[in-house]
C-alpha cells in the first residue's frame, strides 16, 4: 500500500500557478457574448439616472458589432441575464470600479496606463504576498514526504501482521490502513502548521479580484458608469488606448492582445510542466486541461472590449514575473520559504535547458 497522491503535493504542480485560468473557464464561456451588453438601466449608486446617449447626428458610431450592444432588457431577470446583472452592480464591482478611477485620477496617465498601473499594484501588493505564503506552505508539505512515506511504510507492515493475526479481509486491511494513514498525516500537517488547502487561499481571492476587475472595466468600456465630475468613462476609454487599439472600448481586430494571452499563459503552463519529472496520471491530464483553457481563453479575448483584455495580458504578465521570481533562491530566502530538496541553485539556467532541450533539441 502507498499513500495516496493527496497528501505529496509539490510546488511544482501546474495547478498551482496557472488554476485561475481553469477556475473561470466555464464562467468565460458564458460571458464572452455577455460582456459588452450596455447595462442603460443601471445607476451608478444613486448619481443620477440612467444615462440614455441621444441620438445625435454628429454622434461617434459605436466600434462594436451589433450583436455587441444588444440591450439587457431582452434578458428576463430569470435567465442568464440576472445573475450576471446582479455581479456588474455588485459592491466588490463596484469597489473595482473605484480602485480604477481612483488610479486613473491620482496618476494622470491615459487609460492604458492606468489599467496597468492598477494591474501592477494589485498583483504586487495582494497576490504576491499569497503566492510566496503559497510555496511556503507547499514547501514544508515536500519537505514531510519523507516522514511521511516512512510512516506509510511502517504502517503498511503492521497493519499486515494485524491482518494476518485477527484474520481482516483484505478490503478490511485496506480500509484499516487508509483511515489510519490519513489521520496521522494530518496530524503532521498540524504539527507543522501546513495544511495543503492554505495553498489554495491565493485562488479564492485571485481569482474572484481578477472576475471583478474584469466586470469593472466591461462597465466602464460599455458607458454603465461615468465618473463624479460628469466626464464619461467610456469616451476617455475610447481615446485611452495606444499603439493599435487607440480604442479601449472597440475589440482588438488584430487579435495580437488575445494571441499574446493565449502565449503567455501557455508558457506558464509550460514552466511548471518542464520542472516536473515524473507526473502522475492525474497531473498530465490537469496540464492538458490547463493548457486548452489556456488556448480557449484566445478566442474568448477577441469578443471583449481592449480595456478587458489589456488587463488579462498585463495580469499574466505579472503572473509570469512573479512565478519567475519565486524561483530566485534569495528570494525564497527572504521570503523564509524552506529550502526542499528539488531546490536549485540556478533555477533559471535549469530552466532554459530543461526548455532547450524540449523544444528546440529534440530529435
Given at each position: 500500500m502507498r499513500v495516496a497522491a493527496s497528501v505529496s503535493g509539490t510546488r511544482s504542480s501546474p495547478v498551482s500557478s496557472a488554476c485561475w485560468i481553469q477556475s473561470c473557464a466555464e464562467m468565460l464561456c458564458r460571458l464572452s457574448v455577455r460582456w459588452l451588453q450596455p447595462r442603460s438601466a443601471l445607476q451608478l449608486r444613486g448619481l443620477g439616472p440612467p444615462v440614455v446617449p441621444a441620438p445625435t447626428g454628429g454622434a461617434k458610431p459605436s466600434a462594436l458589432p451589433l450583436w455587441a450592444v444588444a440591450s439587457v432588457s431582452a434578458v428576463g431577470p430569470s435567465g442568464a441575464g440576472g445573475w450576471y446583472e446582479a455581479l456588474a452592480t455588485s459592491a466588490p464591482v463596484q469597489g473595482a470600479e473605484d480602485v480604477l478611477l481612483f488610479a486613473h485620477t491620482a496618476s494622470g496617465l491615459p487609460w492604458w496606463g492606468?489599467?496597468?498601473?492598477?494591474?501592477?499594484?494589485?498583483?504586487?501588493?495582494?497576490?504576491?504576498?499569497?503566492?510566496?505564503?503559497?510555496?511556503?506552505?507547499?514547501?514544508?508539505?515536500?519537505?514531510?514526504?519523507?516522514e511521511i512515506k516512512s510512516i506509510a511504510r511502517h504502517l503498511n507492515q503492521d497493519v499486515a501482521v494485524r491482518a494476518n493475526q485477527l484474520g481482516w479481509s483484505k478490503r478490511a486491511a485496506r480500509l484499516t490502513y487508509l483511515k489510519t494513514m490519513r489521520r496521522l498525516v494530518s496530524e503532521l500537517y498540524v504539527r507543522d502548521n501546513c495544511h495543503p488547502f492554505k495553498a489554495t487561499v491565493l485562488v479564492w481571492i485571485q481569482l474572484p479580484m481578477w472576475i471583478f476587475v474584469s466586470v469593472a472595466l466591461r462597465n466602464f468600456s460599455t458607458g454603465a458608469t461615468h465618473s463624479e465630475a460628469g466626464f464619461s468613462v467610456q469616451e476617455q476609454l475610447a481615446t485611452g488606448g495606444v499603439l493599435w487599439f487607440p480604442d479601449l472600448t472597440a475589440l482588438d481586430s488584430t487579435w495580437i492582445l488575445p494571441v499574446s494571452i493565449g502565449v503567455i499563459n501557455l508558457l506558464i503552463v509550460e514552466i511548471f510542466a518542464l520542472q516536473k519529472v515524473g507526473m502522475s496520471r492525474f497531473q498530465t491530464y490537469i496540464t492538458y486541461l490547463v493548457r486548452a483553457v489556456s488556448v480557449l481563453m484566445i478566442p474568448v479575448a477577441a469578443t471583449v472590449p481592449s480595456s478587458?483584455?489589456?488587463?488579462?495580458?498585463c495580469s499574466s504578465l505579472m503572473g509570469l514575473s512573479q512565478n519567475l521570481l519565486l524561483r530566485s533562491p534569495r528570494f525564497r530566502q527572504l521570503c523564509r520559504i524552506p529550502l526542499t530538496k528539488s531546490d536549485?541553485?540556478?533555477?533559471?539556467?535549469?530552466?532554459?535547458?530543461?526548455?532547450?532541450?524540449?523544444?528546440?533539441?529534440?530529435?
Open positions: 492606468s489599467i496597468l498601473l492598477t494591474t501592477v499594484a494589485l498583483r504586487g501588493a495582494v497576490t504576491l504576498p499569497l503566492a510566496a505564503y503559497q510555496h511556503y506552505i507547499l514547501a514544508k508539505v515536500e519537505n514531510l514526504q519523507p478587458i483584455v489589456l488587463y488579462w495580458l536549485s541553485d540556478t533555477p533559471y539556467k535549469d530552466l532554459f535547458a530543461a526548455f532547450y532541450a524540449k523544444f528546440i533539441s529534440r530529435k
